[in-house]
């Protein structure tokens, strides 16, 4: 198995990089030895993008996903592209407008977890809407929880990541907010993202990426909310104000 360096964990805000091809699996999937490309997971989608070759010619990327583990992420190219030379270098530039919605509506997320703090049982994160499944039987208004939600983004509080020992999240386990899904163990460590000052607001595992404070959220709204079952809500977060 070949392991990258996930450079986006330390600097979600890397647009460009440089890798160096380790292999090229029998699907025509690149791994490098380091990367700012996110892998598909956690309900976040992988980077696209091109790589740039020293002759200036590009190695489109249609998909980034998970290999046999985590460690190990694999850069899905569009069909017809040149397949580099293994131990060749290559300028990584992953759509940065498209991630950065991605790492605002990422963040969105966690503060909905916040506002409704109930046991999550299904995510995704959209470029431009995002849903969040609690297990919920009591009815909400979409209105008040968009406020709350504003408050909670105005507020500006910074968001960042740090990590701790698997005991410790044992000895914690309110911070795991999913109801189904545990975080990947076996590495001794976890990463925690936390929002406000101490993480006074919240502190949940998550391997996304993030903005670095709430306001870089911008407006959002909760545009549905959605009966999946008698005690499923779904919630759909979308970018801008609440319509009138």
Sequence with gaps: MQETLPLFLDDPYLSTAEGRVAAVNDRGGILLDRTCFYATSGGQPGDIGFFEREDGSRIEIAATVNGQSKAEIVHVPSNEQAVPEIGETLALHIDWPRRYKLMRMH???????????????GASVGEDESRVD???SEAIDKASVSEKLMELVEGNHPIFAKWIDEAELAANPGLVKSKNVRPPSGSGRIRLVCIGDEAGVDSQ??????????????????????????????????????PG
Aim: charged letters at 25%.
């Design 107 to 121: 963040s969105a997320c966690h503060l909905l977890t916040v506002v409704c703090p109930f046991p999550i049982t």
């Design 134 to 136: 609690f297990d919920m």
């Design 205 to 242: 595992p998550c391997g996304g990426t993030h903005v670095s404070e709430t306001a870089e959220i911008g407006a959002i709204h909760i545009g549905k909310i959605e009966k999946k079952g008698r005690e499923n809500r779904r919630f759909r977060i979308r970018f801008g104000e609440l």
